[in-house]
C-alpha cells in the first residue's frame, strides 16, 4: 500500500518530470521550482524524522500526500496561463515540505517492517510499484503525443496534465487505510517497536543521539547527496533537449519501466542467504561501480557532441524514426536502471544499521535531506545555464565520490546481524 501511495503521487510527479521541463522545452521555470522544492525538502526532511515519530507515519504519509497534486496542477495552471511562474514556483516550495514527510514515513515504514532478510525485496518490491507511477504517466503521455501532428512543439497537452492529476488525487486517501505500526508482527514473531508518546523535545534530542551513536552515517552522507543529482543532466540536458515530444514520451517510459527490472534484481541479490550480509554489501557496491562508469561512458560519447549553443542554432529535434536513436534510447534506458539500483542499495544498507522505526526514520530523514539538497544544486545550476558538459561532468564525480565515501563505512559498519546495541533507546 505504501508502493501505491508513492505510485499516484511521486510516482506521477516523476513521469511529468521525466519529460524535461515538466513536458516544456524552456525548463526555466521548471528549474526554478524544482529549485525551491528541492531546497525546501532538503531543510524539512533533516527533522522529518521527528515529526514522524510523533505523528505516526500513517498521518505522516498522509500530509506527505497533499503537495503532489498541487505541484501538478500548477504547471497544468501554466500551460493554460503562461504568466503565472510565480505560482508555479511557490507549489513547488511546498511540495518539498510535503515530501519530506512523505519520503521519511515511506522510509520507516519500508525498513521497519521486514525481517532482516526480507529488507532487499521490500525494497525492491516497493520501488517497483512506486515507479509503475513513471510508467503508467509515461504511458499516459507517449498516448497524448505519439501521433501528435506538431512534434516539433515540446509543451505537453492539457490532457496529459488533467490525466496525471486524476489519478494523483486519487491516491491521497489512501494512507488512511494502512495499518496501524502498533499492531504489526513480522513474519518471524517479532513485533515492530514504535516511539512511546514521545514529545517535540525528546524527539529532537533523539535526532541529535542518532547521530552521535552512529556516526559512520556521515560517510553516506556523499552518497545521499549524489543519489538524484544526475535528475538534471538525464532529464533536462539529454531527454528534454535532443528529443521531441514522441521520442521523450517513450524515452520516458522506457526509463521507469528499466527501474522495475533493476530495483527487483538487486533485491533478490541483496537478499541472497547463501550469502552473507558483509558480502552482499560489497557485491551491491561492485555493482554500483561498474553500472556509473559504463553508463558514464557511453553517455560521454553523446554529450562531447552538443552544447547549449548547438542546441539554440537547431530546430529539430531526434524521433524515434531518426538514425542513431537506438543507441541513445538504450543509454537512458540503462539510466533508469542505474537510478533503481542506487537507490535500492542505499536504503539497503541504512537498513543494515538498525530495525528500530525510530531510528529509521532519523537515517531516511538524513537520507532525503541530504538527497534533496544535491539535486537543488544541481535544477539551480541547469537554471543559470551552466554548460552541459559541466552538469555531466559533475554528475559523475559525485557518483564516483559517494561510492569511495561508502566503501569504508561499509567495511566498518555493516554486520551480518543488527544487535540491540544499536537500537535507540
Given at each position: 500500500m505504501v508502493g501505491i501511495v508513492?505510485?499516484?503521487?511521486?510516482?506521477?510527479?516523476?513521469?511529468?518530470?521525466?519529460?524535461?521541463?515538466?513536458?516544456?522545452?524552456?525548463?526555466?521555470i521548471n528549474d526554478d521550482a524544482n529549485a525551491a522544492l528541492y531546497a525546501s525538502y532538503a531543510f524539512f526532511a533533516f527533522f522529518a524524522g521527528s515529526v514522524n515519530n510523533v505523528l505516526g507515519p500513517r498521518l505522516t504519509l498522509f500530509l506527505g500526500t497533499t503537495g503532489y497534486a498541487l505541484g501538478l496542477g500548477s504547471y497544468l495552471a501554466m500551460n493554460i496561463h503562461p504568466n503565472v511562474g510565480g505560482f508555479v514556483i511557490a507549489a513547488?516550495?511546498?511540495?518539498?515540505?510535503?515530501?519530506?514527510?512523505?519520503?521519511?514515513?515511506?522510509?520507516?515504514?519500508?525498513?521497519?517492517?521486514?525481517?532482516?532478510?526480507?529488507?532487499?525485496m521490500f525494497i525492491g518490491v516497493f520501488w517497483s510499484i512506486f515507479n509503475m507511477g513513471g510508467v503508467v504517466g509515461a504511458c499516459v503521455s507517449l498516448g497524448q503525443n505519439f501521433n501528435s501532428e506538431n512534434l516539433t512543439t515540446p509543451i505537453v497537452g492539457n490532457g496529459t496534465y488533467?490525466?496525471?492529476?486524476?489519478?494523483?488525487?486519487?491516491?491521497?486517501?489512501?494512507?488512511?487505510?494502512?495499518?496501524?505500526?502498533?499492531?504489526?508482527?513480522?513474519?518471524?514473531?517479532?513485533?515492530v517497536k514504535t516511539p512511546r508518546q514521545p514529545t517535540w523535545k525528546s524527539e529532537f534530542r533523539g535526532l541529535w543521539i542518532a547521530l552521535k551513536t552512529d556516526p559512520l552515517v556521515i560517510?553516506?552522507?556523499?552518497?545521499?547527496?549524489?543519489?538524484?543529482?544526475?535528475?538534471?543532466?538525464?532529464?533536462?540536458?539529454?531527454?528534454?533537449?535532443?528529443?521531441?515530444?514522441?521520442?521523450?514520451?517513450?524515452?520516458?517510459?522506457?526509463?521507469?519501466l528499466a527501474q522495475i527490472f533493476g530495483s527487483l534484481i538487486v533485491g533478490l541479490i541483496l537478499d541472497c542467504t547463501r550469502l552473507t550480509r558483509r558480502h552482499r554489501a560489497f557485491i551491491g557496491w561492485t555493482i554500483l561501480l561498474f553500472l556509473v562508469f559504463f553508463v558514464h561512458g557511453w553517455a560521454y560519447v553523446y554529450q562531447r557532441g552538443y552544447t547549449r549553443e548547438s542546441i539554440a542554432l537547431t530546430t529539430n529535434r531526434?524521433?524515434?524514426?531518426?538514425?542513431?536513436?537506438?543507441?541513445?534510447?538504450?543509454?537512458?534506458?540503462?539510466?533508469?536502471?542505474?537510478?533503481?539500483?542506487?537507490?535500492?542499495?542505499?536504503?539497503?544498507?541504512?537498513?543494515?544499521?538498525?530495525?528500530?522505526?525510530?531510528?529509521?526514520?532519523?537515517?531516511?530523514?538524513?537520507?532525503?535531506?541530504?538527497?534533496?539538497?544535491?539535486?537543488?544544486?544541481?535544477?539551480?545550476?541547469?537554471?543559470v545555464k551552466l554548460p552541459y558538459m559541466n552538469i555531466f561532468a559533475s554528475t559523475w564525480a559525485l557518483l564516483v565520490a559517494g561510492l569511495i565515501f561508502t566503501l569504508p563505512m561499509i567495511h566498518m559498519r555493516v554486520n551480518n546481524h543488527t544487535d540491540d546495541t544499536d537500537e535507540l533507546e
Amino acid at each position: 500500500m505504501v508502493g501505491i501511495v508513492c505510485f499516484t503521487c511521486p510516482g506521477l510527479y516523476n513521469a511529468l518530470l521525466g519529460l524535461g521541463g515538466a513536458g516544456r522545452i524552456d525548463p526555466a521555470i521548471n528549474d526554478d521550482a524544482n529549485a525551491a522544492l528541492y531546497a525546501s525538502y532538503a531543510f524539512f526532511a533533516f527533522f522529518a524524522g521527528s515529526v514522524n515519530n510523533v505523528l505516526g507515519p500513517r498521518l505522516t504519509l498522509f500530509l506527505g500526500t497533499t503537495g503532489y497534486a498541487l505541484g501538478l496542477g500548477s504547471y497544468l495552471a501554466m500551460n493554460i496561463h503562461p504568466n503565472v511562474g510565480g505560482f508555479v514556483i511557490a507549489a513547488g516550495a511546498y511540495e518539498g515540505l510535503c515530501a519530506a514527510l512523505l519520503w521519511t514515513a515511506e522510509g520507516c515504514f519500508m525498513l521497519a517492517y521486514p525481517t532482516e532478510s526480507q529488507k532487499g525485496m521490500f525494497i525492491g518490491v516497493f520501488w517497483s510499484i512506486f515507479n509503475m507511477g513513471g510508467v503508467v504517466g509515461a504511458c499516459v503521455s507517449l498516448g497524448q503525443n505519439f501521433n501528435s501532428e506538431n512534434l516539433t512543439t515540446p509543451i505537453v497537452g492539457n490532457g496529459t496534465y488533467i490525466g496525471l492529476l486524476v489519478i494523483n488525487i486519487l491516491g491521497v486517501c489512501l494512507p488512511l487505510f494502512l495499518a496501524d505500526p502498533n499492531k504489526m508482527i513480522r513474519t518471524d514473531g517479532s513485533r515492530v517497536k514504535t516511539p512511546r508518546q514521545p514529545t517535540w523535545k525528546s524527539e529532537f534530542r533523539g535526532l541529535w543521539i542518532a547521530l552521535k551513536t552512529d556516526p559512520l552515517v556521515i560517510m553516506l552522507f556523499p552518497m545521499f547527496f549524489a543519489s538524484i543529482w544526475y535528475y538534471t543532466w538525464q532529464f533536462n540536458d539529454y531527454n528534454g533537449t535532443l528529443f521531441n515530444i514522441r521520442a521523450r514520451s517513450l524515452n520516458n517510459l522506457v526509463y521507469w519501466l528499466a527501474q522495475i527490472f533493476g530495483s527487483l534484481i538487486v533485491g533478490l541479490i541483496l537478499d541472497c542467504t547463501r550469502l552473507t550480509r558483509r558480502h552482499r554489501a560489497f557485491i551491491g557496491w561492485t555493482i554500483l561501480l561498474f553500472l556509473v562508469f559504463f553508463v558514464h561512458g557511453w553517455a560521454y560519447v553523446y554529450q562531447r557532441g552538443y552544447t547549449r549553443e548547438s542546441i539554440a542554432l537547431t530546430t529539430n529535434r531526434m524521433d524515434v524514426y531518426d538514425h542513431g536513436y537506438t543507441g541513445r534510447i538504450l543509454l537512458y534506458t540503462l539510466c533508469g536502471v542505474l537510478d533503481s539500483v542506487w537507490q535500492t542499495t542505499t536504503y539497503w544498507i541504512l537498513g543494515t544499521m538498525s530495525n528500530d522505526p525510530a531510528k529509521l526514520a532519523y537515517f531516511t530523514g538524513f537520507y532525503k535531506s541530504i538527497q534533496a539538497a544535491g539535486c537543488a544544486g544541481a535544477f539551480a545550476a541547469d537554471a543559470v545555464k551552466l554548460p552541459y558538459m559541466n552538469i555531466f561532468a559533475s554528475t559523475w564525480a559525485l557518483l564516483v565520490a559517494g561510492l569511495i565515501f561508502t566503501l569504508p563505512m561499509i567495511h566498518m559498519r555493516v554486520n551480518n546481524h543488527t544487535d540491540d546495541t544499536d537500537e535507540l533507546e
